[in-house]
Each structure stands twice: as C-alpha cells, then as structure tokens.
C-alpha cells in the first residue's frame, strides 16, 4: 500500500514547485518522511552528459542504477508512459507523496492559482480540496489558502493523511 498522495496542480508559472518545495520543508520539520514525483509533459533528461550513467544510458542500457551511501537513483527508459499508480507503487519507505502535475489523475488535488482565469481549473479537474493562491477569493466551494501560508497548508495535507 502507498503512503497517502497530493498533487499540487495549475498552469506552467502558477508557483506549483515552490509551494510544493516549501510544503516538502514543512512536513519534514514536523518529522514526516516525504516522497516526490514530477510529471514533466516534455523531454526530460537527468544525466549530465559525460558522467559515467549518462555513458551506460547512451551505450544502450535501458535501465541506470547509481547508488552511494546516501542517495540511490534509477533511471529507466520504460517502453510506453508509465500509469501514475504503477509509478506509486515504486516510493516505497515514505509518509506522505506529494505530486506536481498529473492534473487529470485521481489524487487529492491542491490547485495552485495565480490568476482568476485559471479558476476555471476548479470546474474541470476531478477530486480538488483546496486552493492555494494570492488572491482574495469569495464563494469557492473548497477550502482557500494564502499560497503564503505554508503552515496552514501543512496543516490542512497532514489532517487528511
């Protein structure tokens, strides 16, 4: 079984990744081990070319382990897109997974909003509990957070955990 799953999700420059970043700080200083997963809709690489898995990866392999005494990364070339729940089902050993992206999917959804255009998120994506943003927000049928105030995002992911 998988730790319990949030995405935080909104259009490209909503402030997805540094809500999350600050989200991550938060529960790991209130003693929570947290796992990560971003959807990144493009090309993406992680290897700097020229080290020694970006050789074995440009050699052929389809599967790059690394491992050192603390950090382990594998890097894999998966035949088709991986499904989110089977990607899940790999974080193993944490408390709680927060996800940017994967805004079509079933996770819980915080929907990050910059602009009052980008609202119209609400109506369409299925299974969003709040919304975190800087504006000033009358009538949203979820709960509305300041994008600022990391506390009581914390708060309001670790009592659905």
């Known amino acids: 079984m998988t730790a319990p799953v ?31 997963l971003k ?16 050789k074995h990866a440009q050699a052929g392999a389809d599967v790059v382990a690394i491992s050192s005494d603390d950090k382990f990364a594998l890097i894999e070339k998966p035949v088709r897109e991986l499904q989110l729940e089977d990607i899940l089902k790999r974080i193993e050993g944490v408390d709680v997974i927060l996800i940017e992206g ?26 969003v509990i709040a919304v975190a943003t800087p504006l000033s927000l009358q009538e949203v049928p979820v709960p509305v957070f300041s994008s600022e105030d990391v506390d009581a995002i914390t708060s309001f992911i670790e009592s659905r955990m």
């Open 6 to 36: 949030f995405s935080f999700v909104g259009y490209s420059g909503s402030g997805k990744t540094t809500l999350l970043c600050r989200v991550v700080s938060q529960l790991k200083k209130r003693g929570y081990r947290v796992g990560t």
């Open 39 to 54: 959807h990144d809709a493009h090309r993406f690489e992680m290897d700097k070319p020229g080290k020694d898995t970006w």
């Open 102 to 127: 994967y805004k079509r999917e079933l996770p819980p959804k915080i929907l990050v909003v910059r602009y009052p255009e980008h609202l119209s998120l609400l109506d369409e994506l299925p299974d």
